[in-house]
């Protein structure tokens, strides 16, 4: 340092520390109050924000399922419930010895073996304090093994979670439908907020129909918890009030299934495969609807195995499809009552005109020959005679002179082709065919023909066992309809029913009393002998009540006449088997369709079922004794 | 008289308190802010710690043995502090390599040496060694100073600091060189070639950007946008931010703070006990630990500026400055103004030897001050 060029200055020194030092305070002020402006953002601008942000860190809810609704029969009997099942959880930090404990809990069988590293592996990847289930589903002998040897797993203990429970199994499994996991795909269309904690949603039918009022609404806790998402008692030195809110359990629901009846339905297809739906034609209220095969509802709530649930989606027999909403077939001979009640309507037919029937038709102006079904000959028979005896070779000339586009326009109204509109989902409508629907939907043009084989439901016509029940109580109420509904009301927890009032159709008009008495003679005949023995009349035999019906039997396969030996035929190609019916004649109370898949004749295989049904509704002990049927005028006598 | 009045009794225990102060070289008004920090601080850890008494138990013979550090420096005049420091700050760098050699790891870092007894982090010397050699180098020599002056202060910080920054400890290096450079600001330099050494300094940043650790790197970018990475780095910034935005302007409470009493809150006791306060006393918490920083930043200018040589007067001005610059990084980082470096917050956040360092800083500064008459010039 060279003294002549710098000198030391001290007052210069002086004024340049006191500059310096006033441009620190400057600086320092500047900064501190920058620091105070961001403090003042942080807890006064934004102090909403971040309180929401450090409440949703600090409290978890957790969520309390609501119980779900009871299903009842529509006379308070359980169809279904809900009961506990038991599983296995362990708590990692809690147990002494992880591997000791795993290897003990597979000596007392309640380990697969093989599934040791799998559960190890979950266990490892949950949080020490979290309850990790290891076996779902005890069975009671099990609970009992592990209660026996519990002082000896510390760490490990029972749970119990609510499972749907149907006391009778497989009983009414296609009206009620059932509960399983919640998929993906359910996810996008519920409230994922709702159903947090919610294990189970409806699958099909009621269960899934009604799944809103079923479900309930969770309630919750709010747990305090750390950064760890350990639940805490305290924070620092005070414990926090918590909400919370309990579930609101889900509705009961009055089916309008009768237990008795259903179960004469059940019982009554046995192992054939078809459908049975039974309506109260007063209000729509669906007693019974049988579709089998059936499958155990249960399964789904606890869980399928993949190869369960692919044993049960592959076979032949369609266990999980829903015929009486789903299964669409030719309606058979059961549209007589309706082709003659057009024919009627629309002044085209003598009703006591008989006609020859001799086995087979002639289509005017044409060379087709149409031959009589598998019931041989009538000889001379007028309209009631037709209908009750079912002959066909009266009916193609009816269809044939009434013409396709009348008939379609009268059976329209009864719901021919047309969703009913019950309460569950998945139903199908049918095809009501017409020269329009056949142009626009296979781009030909309709011939004569199938007019003809219309008249006696063959061809394109397709109708459900649920829409052929639906015709059956229109026809029993003479034309007034509602419709049908699966759940009647709701039961409040003070035991309290809330009805839910019948939605009633438009009533079919332009139908003189005259006609529909005409129609439902003919309809009583079938079941009767009088004065010749209708087709259903074997069955009916001792009926203690008066009866309407019709046989029908739709043809699943085209035979020729010389193959027509129905017993040898394989089964799956022999005719499926059609009844309807309604009793008592003079005041419905019922109204029955039966549908047996290649049960061959529908006199003989499904008429049986639905006496059976009828009878299970109609002469139970609790209900009136059917009055006396001859006191109804305006109907035939038995 | 026989009968003392209440008001000269307190008077004559005023009187004795000061003269018992000068004595030990002390000045009251500091001693007090001290005193208040400390206590604050010590609030504060007792919630932020979880209710542990064993930290603040371990916090108070910290601050014991700053204050007989404290005590001891007073003492010191500056003749002999400008003689040793060249001594110690030789001292500090080859305790720095040997820390670089066979330092033991501490967190993912070498930062201390086992004495045995107690783990020490010869880092903190530099804290003082550098401003100190800097003050010596520069106490005879015409301010502002020239350039050749100037290489070999930066000399004299950044071989430190270097050290310091590979170790890696940023937040400690960024202190050691502010401590270094501040001093050179109250020494003079041009704020011509300040503005030019930012501008050279934003250049290096944008270079320097390869030779930072990715864990550096990520800090610089989560302070950036911290939402890029919520569970990771960003989480700390966070979670502080929500703490101290959640208490409001009155706070949630002593002890009651739900971020930092059920761990949300990460180093909740150490860097980011500024966020407990602001979450247990609000902003008007904030605000009187912050008056209180102010208050001793302003006493120690104040007692720097009446020093009268060149060396006390920069070594005491460094040492004031460069704790506003603990505060300023500490409450900036936890506040989300600046990136999160490892900087604790003076005298309250727990742990390290960083406290002795400080308060043997103030005594070091009080000593200046009451040793100014003693010197000529």
């Known amino acids: 340092m060279d003294p002549r060029v710098r000198i030391k200055d001290h007052w210069n020194e002086q004024r340049l520390f006191s500059q310096r030092t006033l441009g620190a305070f400057v600086v320092i002020t500047v900064l501190v109050l920058t620091l105070i402006g961001r403090l003042v953002f942080l807890q006064v601008v934004r102090h909403d924000y971040y309180v929401e942000l450090s409440q949703g860190n600090r409290v978890r809810l957790d969520p309390i399922p609501a119980s779900r609704g009871l299903i009842l029969d529509r006379n308070g009997g359980l169809l279904a419930d809900n009961e506990p099942a038991y599983q296995l959880e362990l708590i990692r930090e809690q147990v002494p010895d992880l591997n000791d404990t795993i290897r003990r809990l597979v000596a007392l069988r309640l380990i697969d073996p093989e599934e040791i590293e799998d559960i190890r592996r979950t266990i490892m990847s949950r949080r020490s304090f979290d309850s990790v289930p290891v076996r779902l589903r005890l069975t009671d002998e099990e609970i009992g093994r592990f209660a026996v040897h519990r002082f000896q797993f510390q760490g490990v203990d029972l749970a119990t979670r609510q499972t749907r429970h149907y006391p009778y199994g497989r009983l009414a499994v296609h009206a009620l439908g059932y509960v399983s996991a919640i998929s993906g795909q359910d996810l996008e269309n519920i409230d994922r907020a709702a159903y947090a904690g919610t294990t189970l949603i409806g699958k099909l039918g009621i269960e899934s129909a009604y799944e809103r009022a079923l479900h309930g609404k969770n309630g919750f806790h709010e747990i305090l918890v750390n950064a760890q998402g350990r639940s805490v008692q305290r924070q620092g030195a005070y414990a926090p009030e918590l909400h919370s809110a309990p579930p609101i359990a889900g509705e009961d629901l009055v089916s309008s299934i009768d237990l008795a009846t259903q179960q004469a339905g059940e019982d009554g297809l046995g192992d054939h495969r078809g459908a049975v739906v039974a309506i109260d034609p007063r209000n729509g209220d669906v007693l019974a609807l049988v579709s089998k095969p059936g499958f155990d509802p249960a399964a789904f709530a606890r869980g399928l195995s993949r190869s369960e649930y692919d044993s049960l989606a592959n076979d032949m027999d369609k266990p999980l499809f829903n015929r009486a909403l789903r299964g669409t077939y030719p309606s058979g001979s059961t549209i007589k009552p309706v082709i003659a009640l057009a024919g009627l309507t629309n002044h085209v037919v003598d009703p006591a005109r008989e006609e020859f029937c001799a086995g087979v038709f002639h289509l005017p102006h044409s060379a087709l020959l149409f031959r009589e079904g598998k019931s041989g000959r009538h000889g001379n028979v007028d309209l009631v005679q037709a209908i009750a005896r079912s002959c066909d070779v009266y009916f193609f000339g009816l269809a044939s002179t009434i013409g396709v586009d009348r008939i379609a326009a009268f059976m329209a109204p009864f719901g021919y082709g047309a969703l009913t509109g019950i309460d569950i989902s998945g139903e199908k409508p049918g095809v009501l065919p017409s020269p329009e629907w056949k142009m626009r939907t296979l781009k030909q043009a309709w011939y004569p023909g199938e007019t003809v084989n219309l008249g006696i439901g063959q061809g394109y016509l397709l109708v459900t066992p649920l829409q052929l029940a639906h015709v059956a109580a229109e026809l029993a109420e003479r034309g007034k309809s509602f419709r049908p509904r699966l759940v009647t009301g709701i039961r409040r927890s003070d035991g309290s029913i809330t009805p839910i009032p019948p939605v009633e159709n438009p009533p079919i008009e332009g139908v003189s009393a005259a006609d529909w008495n005409l129609v439902l003679r003919g309809m009583q005949g079938a079941t009767g002998c009088n004065p010749v023995c209708g087709t259903a009349a074997g069955p009916f035999k001792g009926v203690a009540y008066a009866v309407a019906g019709k046989t029908g039997t739709a043809q699943v396969f085209t035979v020729s006449r010389s193959d027509k030996l129905t017993q040898q035929e394989p089964e799956r190609l022999r005719d499926h088997a059609w009844f309807i019916a309604f009793a008592p004649v003079e005041a419905p109370r019922i109204a029955v369709a039966v549908l047996v898949e290649n049960g061959g004749f529908g006199a003989s295989a499904a008429a049986p079922i639905a006496r059976k049904v009828m009878d299970a509704y109609l002469l139970r002990p609790d209900t009136p004794p059917p009055p006396d049927s001859a006191a109804a005028e305006g109907h035939a006598g038995d | ?377």
């Open chain 2, 1 to 377: 008289m026989i009968e003392d009045t209440g008001r000269s009794r307190t008077r004559r225990t005023l009187s004795s308190t000061a003269k018992l102060l000068s004595a030990l070289n002390l000045d009251g008004p500091l001693l007090v802010g001290l005193g208040f920090l400390s206590l604050y601080g010590l609030v504060i850890l007792y919630s932020a710690s979880g209710q542990s008494t064993v930290t603040v138990l371990r916090t108070l013979m910290r601050l014991a043995l700053g204050a007989a550090a404290m005590l001891a420096l007073t003492h010191a005049s500056p003749n002999f502090l400008r003689r040793l420091s060249p001594w110690l700050y030789l001292a500090g760098v080859l305790l720095l390599l040997v820390v670089e050699v066979t330092g033991v790891i501490g967190k993912g870092a070498q930062r201390w040496l086992n004495l045995g007894i107690f783990r020490f982090q010869p880092s903190e010397i530099m804290k003082l060694a550098v401003p100190m050699l800097a003050a010596w180098y520069l106490h005879d020599r015409p301010l502002p100073p020239d350039w050749k002056s100037l290489l070999l202060v930066a000399l004299i910080i950044f071989v430190p600091a270097g050290l310091v920054a590979i170790q890696p400890d940023l937040g400690t290096a960024a202190l050691i060189a502010a401590s270094g450079a501040l001093l050179v600001l109250m020494a003079g330099l041009s704020l011509r070639l300040v503005l030019l050494l930012l501008l050279l300094g934003a250049g290096a940043a944008v270079g320097g950007w390869h030779f930072l650790h990715d864990y550096q790197r990520e800090r610089v970018l989560t302070f950036l946008n911290p939402r890029t990475d919520p569970l990771g780095a960003g989480y700390h910034i966070i979670q502080s931010q929500i703490a101290i935005g959640s208490g409001g302007v009155f706070g949630k409470g002593w002890m009651n703070g739900s971020q930092a009493q059920l761990q949300f809150l990460p180093e909740r006791s150490t860097d980011f006990i500024f966020a407990v306060v602001g979450e247990e006393f609000g902003l008007i918490g904030l605000l009187l630990l912050l008056a209180l920083y102010l208050f001793i930043v302003s006493r120690s200018v104040w007692l720097a500026m009446q020093t009268n040589d060149t060396f006390s007067r920069l070594l005491a001005l460094s040492i004031a400055l460069t704790f506003f610059v603990y505060v300023f990084i500490n409450a900036g980082m936890v506040s989300g103004l600046v990136p999160v470096v490892g900087v604790p917050l003076p005298l309250v956040s727990y742990g390290g030897s960083s406290v002795v360092t400080l308060l043997a800083g103030f005594g070091i500064l009080m000593g200046l001050y009451s040793h100014r008459k003693l010197v000529g010039s």
